[in-house]
């Protein structure tokens, strides 16, 4: 099986940064994705680590310890759209994609 | 741009009554999945189809939920009877089986059971 953690909600500033942590147990890992959800709308795909390390894509960079079973999603520089939940999805064998329980976060002005 | 398609976009239905949401993958995507999401939660993977095969359906309530993908296409999900829990976004997402890792996700289906 596996098991997904990552926080209910986080509350941060307009301009500042947000670190949101997950942590996974799985068997076959493949690789670890982020998805931003808007409320009422789909999940829209922001990054995808497989290697340990960071991948840094404009104000959004994201890490992956494979080790450690570990990833985090920074969000810089943030804006009043990037309210949104963020989730957590590990990709195991066979492509199955397991998500996590998301993380609400809310930039206040 | 190519996207999944989802429909319909909303259902209300009662309570022991049948409902029936569809899906249509990117062309060319052989993995499709379908998701059943609750407010404030994340999405919970109901059934994932490798062309027409299923490969995963273990978190299908397979007493009243059913799926299909018969030409390895459009999907079906079906549930007979709908009861008050079953209320939630119901996501339909695809990908290429590989290369192409990440999974590109429909509108979904809000379904109220009253």
């Not at chain 1, 957590?88 to 199955?96: L, M, P, S, Y």
């Not at chain 2, 398609?5 to 569809?22: G, L």
């Not at chain 2, 062309?51 to 939920?65: C, G, H, N």
Request: proline share 4%; hydrophobic share 35%; net charge negative.
């Amino acid at each position: 099986g596996q098991n997904i953690d990552q926080p209910t909600e986080m509350t941060a500033t307009e301009g500042a940064i947000v670190q949101i942590n997950c942590t996974y147990q799985t068997s076959g890992f493949n690789g670890l994705f982020w998805y931003q959800q808007h409320a009422g709308e789909a999940p829209t795909f922001l990054s995808y680590n497989v290697l340990d390390g960071l991948e840094e894509k404009g104000r959004f960079s994201s890490f992956l310890s494979r080790s450690k079973g570990y990833s985090y999603l920074l969000l810089k520089e943030l804006q009043m759209k990037d309210s949104a939940s963020y989730l957590c999805a590990v990709e195991a064998a066979g492509n199955k994609l397991t998500f996590g329980g998301g993380t609400r976060v809310l930039v206040k002005p | 741009e190519a996207e999944v398609a989802q429909s319909p976009r909303y259902k209300i239905t009662e309570k022991s009554q049948a409902v029936a949401f569809w899906c249509d993958p990117i062309s060319g995507h052989a993995t499709l999945y379908w998701y059943r999401q609750i407010l404030g939660q994340g999405p919970e993977l109901l059934v994932q189809f490798q062309d027409e095969s299923v490969v995963d359906d273990s978190q299908l309530p397979k007493d009243r939920f059913s799926a299909e993908r018969l030409k390895g296409v459009d999907s079906t999900l079906k549930i007979q009877p709908a009861e008050l829990g079953d209320s939630a976004m119901y996501l339909c997402a695809s990908s290429l089986a590989a290369g192409g890792p990440e999974a590109f996700f429909g509108q979904g289906t809000r379904l109220t059971v009253v």
